[in-house]
């Protein structure tokens, strides 16, 4: 999650205004590309020294079996990487919302509120802390912070909730 002050670039009605509040969200990902490779090689060893060891034990088909495996471990890997290029973007100025969600085909959801209509609503759990987050304005709630953990979600809750009361103070 990438949050702070910075210039818009999100449109038409937010060119040249400064924001007073930005963040880009992004689902966490723990294996990158060197991970990736690293993962793949070790099984393909771990497989290959057992697919021997079955083929001149006699039951040749498990080494087929075990290809197969390599490959749905392959595929599994590629589709979650694939899925991580979705993310969040929230971008607040004092005259506008902005809300974009990207999915990881690139198809962008678009939602624009009037800040001084807008307003958080949370949904928190005594056990595990902040579980939804959603902007709520005239009649749509829109949930965010999705990909987050809950600790991470109440971080931004927090953030998120004062540059808004700042602008509804005019500043």
């Known amino acids: 999650m990438d949050t702070g002050k910075s210039g818009s670039s999100a ?36 497989a290959a020294v057992a697919a021997v060891r079955f083929v001149a034990l006699g039951f040749w088909p498990v080494g087929g079996f075990l290809a197969l495996d390599l490959v749905a471990l392959f595929v599994a890997l590629k589709v979650s990487d694939r899925r991580g290029r979705a993310f969040e973007e929230i971008l607040l100025t004092p005259f506008e919302l902005l809300l974009r969600h990207v999915t990881h ?32 304005s005239r009649g749509q709630r829109i949930e965010v912070a999705r990909e987050l953990s809950p600790h991470e979600r109440e971080d931004l809750a927090d953030a998120f909730g004062r540059a808004l009361a700042r602008v509804k103070r005019g500043g």
């Open 11 to 46: 449109g038409d009605a937010t060119e040249g205004t400064e924001a007073v509040f930005a963040a880009v969200i992004r689902p966490h990902r723990s294996l990158g590309p060197r991970g990736f490779r690293i993962t793949m090689a070790l099984c393909a060893l771990v």
């Open 105 to 136: 085909r690139g198809v962008a959801r678009e939602w624009r509120f009037n800040p001084l209509w807008t307003r958080l609503h949370r949904e928190a759990d005594a056990d595990y802390g902040l579980m939804r987050l959603a902007v709520q």
